[in-house]
């Protein structure tokens, strides 16, 4: 059996509770009025950015590892994205069709903050260095293209990037052109400047404009905001009350931020650990780690950013580090003492990625991809999981909850997801450290209670194993293990 591990008022601070269920009372009933619709970003995209393993402990853009993050490094992704068979897989999806959904889905490389030159252009358009991307982006562009795949570009909603570089804020217009003139595919929009709660220049007013401007541009661009996880780490100082008075517009309001971005990021930079798997319910600071992330997205405050996911709109908890080096820290230059994550704790991580219907965009070098990592990433069944938007019901959390002690024996987490046809994709999650669990996972609370629904077919996904059971699923699942099933209902 699965251990109560205590109701939501046990996991936030005791004066801040009813606010917290105000506001997700109030979530829960707003109807989605559709995502920034124009034509791309439709299902969750997969791609490449490289981030974990070449810039997330570098600092400055010429120091460190963020060095080997340049042209060159991107052209050999590109060849190994289609050598290896990623592309093929749903990593790009150029132009096809799935015949289960419909859908185009295509591959993104893309180019985080050191593609920035220091300065602006004399008329005032964001422009590359030259260091790093002698050839330009315009380019680079055309290399993604020529092999059937995207580029995309990074700017922040700030006077400077997190990097010091050029920000956006007011230059939004200009900006989102100058992609778009580029050929650009996808743009994430960063914000490195403080809170932005009121003004012409506040979150909402710039997020906006760039969705506009993108729209109006006519290039179809998939646009990634970073504004919910910023709103997040502002909310968490305040109380409720204080929130849009101190950080602004509530982004799920009207559902303005599915209207304006393809996806958000809502939570504190994913390190490529495993973490306590306790972070802060709130802003998911402290560690954070694979198993932070995972318990984080059980929040109540997650669960306000999951409410207003729609097609074409959907949560961002950070990069896959799947890939990265199992016996040393994924980022090679990094001075910083990390346990890297084993296979399984990486095949985890793509499991929930999956269940919750992330975006899959990997952070590890994946020019030097181990093969179990690689059969991870390529795992068919698991991508259908991710891309099926065949029901618009949002992941549920059915069992589990954070761990508030030093010890949480029995610590499953069970998620399920509506999938399309009737059937049910199912991650059971072992956060325990030692002890292998058994779990029973009943039909009924996977299918509607009154429909009787007591036979089904479930697909192992990563033993690739097909059973037929009654009543319940019976699983024996390993530390920091996941088992992800397709459940499909069998009427007798």
Known sequence: LIQDLGTPADWFPRDMMAGVMMVVVGVAIVQCVGANHNAVGQTPIMGWSGYNAFMQNSGHCDRAGAGGYNETTFVQTMDVLVSSGLKDVGYSYLNHVDPMYGLNRYSYLNADDCWIAENRTADGKLTWDVGRFPHGIPWLVEQAHSRGLKLGLYAAASVETCRQYPGSQGHEDVDAKTFADWGADFAKLDSCGGVLATGNESWDNQYGRWSDAMNESGQQMVFSCSWAVYYTLCAAK?????????CGTFPWKDSFIADKCHMWRY????????????????NGGGSSGVGDIITFAGSLWANQWRAVTEKGAFNDPDFLVVGCPLDRPCEGYSQKSQTPLNIIEQQTQFSMWCLLQAPLIIGSDIRTVNPAAL???????????????????????????????????????????????????????????????????????????????????????????????????????????TKLLRVSPVTL
């Open 375 to 481: 059969r991870i990433l390529a795992n068919k069944e698991a991508i259908r999981i991710n891309q099926d938007v065949g029901s618009l019901s949002p992941p549920k959390l059915l069992s589990g909850g954070p761990c508030m002690t030093d010890e949480c024996p029995h610590w499953v987490l069970v998620w399920s997801r509506q999938l399309s046809k009737g059937d049910v994709a199912v991650a059971v999650v072992n956060m325990g450290n030692t002890t292998t669990e058994s779990v029973s996972v009943a039909l009924g609370d996977l299918f509607c209670q009154s429909c009787g629904m007591n036979s089904a077919r479930v697909l192992d996904v990563w033993a690739t194993t097909t059973q037929d059971v009654q009543r319940s699923i019976e699983l024996s699942v390993g530390p920091h293990e």
């Open 267 to 282: 939570g504190q930079d994913l390190d490529p650990i495993w973490g306590t798997g306790r972070p802060d319910m709130m």
């Open 238 to 246: 305040y109380p409720p009350g204080e929130w849009e008075t101190q």
